[in-house]
């Protein structure tokens, strides 16, 4: 079983780098037990040009049996196939279970040796003589291509000198790319091979989703075959796959303010005589929270529901924000937040500026308490109206920060998406959409029961029919005062006696 990566480099940016990124020397052959066998590890040519890491994994039929782990999913039933097959010489499973043994760093992208190297796309080749492919070439193209592949995919004949017996379900398999790094392609390696060999040789237990989201999570969930990969990899195990598929539809919510509901944002009819492309509504939104944040002068600030960090990325890059705190309830929406604020490689004195926490706004949490300004950007609307009041208790009446700024899509503005069906919200998850007087009502009434002042911000072209595509209400904390036509009456008159029953009583 045999697979090489190769690359290529300038006397600058050598290709023996990929050494380092492998965290194997390129000057060593070395050799590695797993309980299938043995797993080698050697540079078939390494010179500043150009750079091969071979993988050879020995495979001990005998012993694959013996341990019970010869028969997985589409294994041959009879005695003797058990013993003679194709395992030791066909990529499958094993193969993909030894990537991840002796290249576990490499996977995860750490290379502290030449970390910006590990960051960046990398001219890679990776060759396969004999992969098993249940689905053919046309298959692998359509699992490899949309990961940014340049895939060939030649069938092995079953027999050269029987032309005419035709192909047999192998492939000889050629990878390239320029724009992946290397941890992509060996993670893309570790979830698809066994995919086409369709079998794993080994009991797929509940610990296989968690596999398959490290290594799968980045990228899974916008795969046009995400269905076909993530059952297959499961040995076609249907609560795993439906719980592996909940996983990645929560991934694909967390990105879809900013990716789904851009694409609608770009929709507007906002294009000048010169044609230009209007800026998204996702980036205008941010400027305006941004801009209201630094009228309040606040310097530590909340991002509740703060999603895959978009927001927080834009407040570090401003050092007036001296804290900054994201908060969400998904794991998996902090953890891609953190790969895109690169936590692991950031340094110390920016790392202490920023903390990204799990917690759920509607309950109470003394760690929000304290802060300049809390920021709610597209967030009320993904709760059931009947948590709302929750919610509002433990923002303004628990944590009563400063300052809080809410963002919410204006339902009177949908008319005006050409891409967005009559009667339907901007994204499926959505619980609900306010008319600009819906929200000024509710706004208002949070400000008077906890002591704020209100006003409303419009954000994107404000239309003078429907008013803008996105409201925004910054809540303050001071005395009431008269705001006119955008502001309604706050109150502070609230004793501190009555507020200690609220908080005990919640």
Not at 133 to 144: E, T, W
Not at 240 to 255: D, G, I, K, Y
Not at 448 to 462: K, L, Q, S
């Amino acid at each position: 079983m045999f697979l090489t990566i190769s690359t290529t480099g300038t006397s600058e940016r050598p290709a023996t780098d990929l050494g380092f990124l492998l965290h194997k020397h390129p000057d060593k052959a070395q050799t590695f037990s797993t309980s299938y066998g043995k797993a080698h590890v050697l540079y078939p040519e390494a010179n500043p040009g150009r750079c091969t890491a071979a993988l050879l994994l020995e495979v001990d039929a005998v012993a694959l049996v013996r341990r019970g782990k010869g028969k997985g999913r589409g294994a041959p039933d009879a005695a003797l196939a058990q013993y003679v097959n194709d395992r030791p010489y066909a990529a499958s499973s094993l193969l993909a279970v030894a990537l991840s043994a002796v290249f576990s760093s490499a996977m995860r992208g750490v290379c502290n040796a030449r970390p910006e190297r590990a960051a960046e796309p990398l001219p890679l080749r990776v060759e396969v003589p004999a992969l098993p492919a249940r689905g053919g070439p046309g298959l692998v193209r359509k699992l490899f291509e949309p990961l940014g592949w340049t895939v060939t995919a030649e069938p092995v004949a079953l027999d050269t000198e029987f032309p005419e017996w035709g192909d047999s379900r192998y492939v000889g398999l050629v990878l390239e790319s320029e724009r992946l790094t290397l941890a992509e392609a060996l993670r893309h390696l570790y979830v698809l091979l066994p995919v086409l060999d369709d079998a794993k040789h080994y009991w797929v237990s509940d610990d296989e989703v968690d596999k398959l989201m490290r290594a799968g999570g980045d990228w899974l969930h916008q795969h046009p075959e995400m269905k076909l990969i993530t059952s297959r990899y499961l040995s076609r195990r249907w609560s795993l796959t439906r719980r592996a598929m909940e996983r990645l539809e929560l991934v694909r919510l967390a990105e879809a303010d900013d990716s789904e509901v851009e694409q609608i944002d770009n929709a507007v009819e906002a294009e000048t005589e010169e044609e230009q492309r209007p800026t998204p509504l996702a980036v205008q939104r941010r400027d305006a929270i941004l801009t209201a944040l630094k009228e309040s002068g606040a310097a530590r600030v909340l991002d509740l529901g703060c999603g895959q960090g978009q927001l927080v990325q834009a407040l570090l890059k401003d050092v007036r924000f001296t804290e900054i705190v994201g908060v969400d309830v998904s794991m998996r929406a902090l953890t891609i937040a953190s790969r895109r604020l690169k936590l692991d490689r950031m340094g110390e004195r920016q790392s202490s500026r920023v903390k990204l926490f799990q917690g759920s706004l509607a309950y109470t949490d003394n760690r929000l308490k304290g802060y300049d300004a809390a920021v709610l950007s597209e967030v009320i609307e993904h709760l059931d109206l009947p948590r709302l009041p929750a919610l509002e208790y433990a923002v303004f009446g628990s944590a009563r920060p400063r300052t809080v700024l809410v963002t919410t899509p204006n339902v009177e503005y949908n008319v005006r998406w050409e891409s967005l069906p009559a009667g339907h919200v901007r994204h499926g998850d959505h619980r609900f959409e306010w008319t600009r007087e819906e929200f000024r009502t509710w706004a208002g009434a949070v400000a008077e029961r906890h002591g704020y002042r209100v006003e409303f911000v419009p954000v994107g072209p404000d239309d003078p029919e429907v008013g803008p595509p996105t409201q925004m209400a910054v809540f303050a904390l001071g005395e009431a005062r008269g705001d006119g036509a955008n502001g309604t009456n706050g109150e502070n008159g609230k004793n501190t006696a009555d507020e200690k029953k609220e908080e005990k009583a919640a």
